[in-house]
């Protein structure tokens, strides 16, 4: 089957320092891919090459056979890459119901009609209730939940999720997963930056781990939580020794 989105020998250079690093992998329709590694890995970095933010130093994006190498952000999110911030930006002076419209607004210009996708958005990320709530008070949970769902409000065929459960507590992680998943079976394709092992590794079809900016090895969650190089760069003995357990 051709992937829908092949990250092929990304580098990205800041000066000298090298952030990603000839880093290659990819993924299919409707596949789940968790991207991990230490903090500075390179995470966020290969986020921004992928969505436009970036332009790579060299390596190319090439998302459903065509060539999105340096393409400016709106039009790659145009073509249906979507990510959401690894801080979150909510609009603190507008509604949820209108965070979520602002990225509905990316294919239509119709007030209207931006309403009807929100709507929809609103019930899949069970914001419904919260609708007419200002962002200025919403929770860390509902805006990094605002977040998710404004960038589906942009119809996406991938959605970039970059630390988007960093914060929360056990049930609104299991939200998320909850979530993740309804959105695969609805047919979409995620690519997921997140520290919480317990919370992707129940939802991934693969990993990819990245440390200093080189992809270090990528498979199936069991096989790479315990591939000792990711132990040693990454998760140490307490992820490795609990899951053995188990
Ligand atoms: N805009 C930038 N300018 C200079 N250095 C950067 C910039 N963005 C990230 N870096 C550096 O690149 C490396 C990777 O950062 P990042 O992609 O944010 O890692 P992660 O998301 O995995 O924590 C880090 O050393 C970071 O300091
Ligand atoms: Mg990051």
């Known amino acids: 089957m051709k992937p829908l989105l092949e990250i092929k020998n990304i580098t990205m250079k800041f000066g000298s320092l090298v952030a990603n690093e000839d880093v290659s992998f990819t993924i299919h329709e409707n596949e789940i891919v968790s991207l991990i590694g230490p903090n500075g890995a390179g995470k ?14 060299c390596g190319n994006v090439i998302f459903d056979g065509k060539d999105i190498t340096g393409m400016a952000p709106h039009k790659i999110c145009r073509l249906g890459v979507t990510r959401t911030f690894q801080i979150v930006k909510t609009l603190n002076e507008m509604t949820v119901k209108e ?4 990225g509905a607004f990316l294919h239509t210009n ?30 860390i949970a509902d805006r990094k939940r605002v977040e998710i769902a404004r960038a589906l409000a942009t119809n996406p065929r991938i959605l970039m999720l970059d630390e988007c459960m960093a914060g929360l507590n056990q049930t609104e992680i299991k939200d998320v997963m909850s979530l993740c998943l309804k959105l695969k079976e609805k047919g979409l394709s995620l690519l997921i930056v ?11 079809d693969n990993i990819v781990v990245l440390n200093a900016g080189k992809k270090i090895t990528e ?28």
């Open 44 to 57: 966020t970095t290969l986020f921004n090459c992928i969505t436009g933010f970036y332009k790579p130093y």
């Open 194 to 204: 997140e520290h919480i092992m317990e919370a992707i590794m129940p939802i991934s």
């Open 219 to 246: 498979g199936p969650p069991q096989e790479v939580v315990n591939n000792e190089e990711v132990i040693k760069a990454y998760l140490g003995e307490r992820y490795h020794a609990k899951s053995k357990k188990s």
């Open 110 to 139: 119709n007030r209207k009609k931006a309403e009807e996708i929100a709507e929809e958005i609103l019930d899949i990320t069970g914001l419904t209730p919260k609708k007419d709530v200002l962002g200025a008070n919403l929770t």
């Open 99 to 102: 965070n979520v419209m602002t």
